[in-house]
Nanobody, 127 residues
């Protein structure tokens, strides 16, 4: 499985961006997909995740109501719509995928669970 993230950029506070993550290879083996973010000197942080069907979504409290995760399995692409962006959302955003299934609500937030990662896309929010 290969993942390609895109859509990052510079935006003013209160603005919006839409990240995309295109999957290729053995996409039929993917269960959960997720977005994480990281700033220098800090651990990779869970942002949101989505089940294979797209019916279950999980979000970090700080982005709930502002960010929306979705996936289009026909296009093998996952999205993160980010609205009302804040300076503290500035980070490199990574998409990830796992093929093991059988996740728990806690485990889905654990970046070590995910086997495949995109290269990261930088989001910079100016205040």
């Amino acid at each position: 499985v290969q993942l390609q993230a895109s859509g990052g950029g510079l935006v003013q506070g209160g603005g919006s961006l839409r990240l995309s993550c295109a999957a290729s290879g053995r996409t039929g083996s993917i269960y959960v997909m997720g977005w994480f973010r990281q700033v220098p000197g800090k651990e990779r942080e869970f942002v949101a995740a989505i089940s294979e069907s797209g019916f279950r979504v999980y979000e970090q409290d700080s982005v709930e109501g502002r960010f929306t995760i979705s996936r289009d399995n026909f296009k093998n692409t996952m999205y993160l719509q980010m609205n009302s962006l804040k300076a503290e959302d500035t980070a490199v955003y990574y998409c990830a995928a796992e093929t093991n299934g059988g996740y728990t609500t806690a485990a889905i937030r654990d970046h070590t669970r995910y086997e495949y990662w995109g290269q990261g896309t930088l989001v910079t929010v100016s205040s």
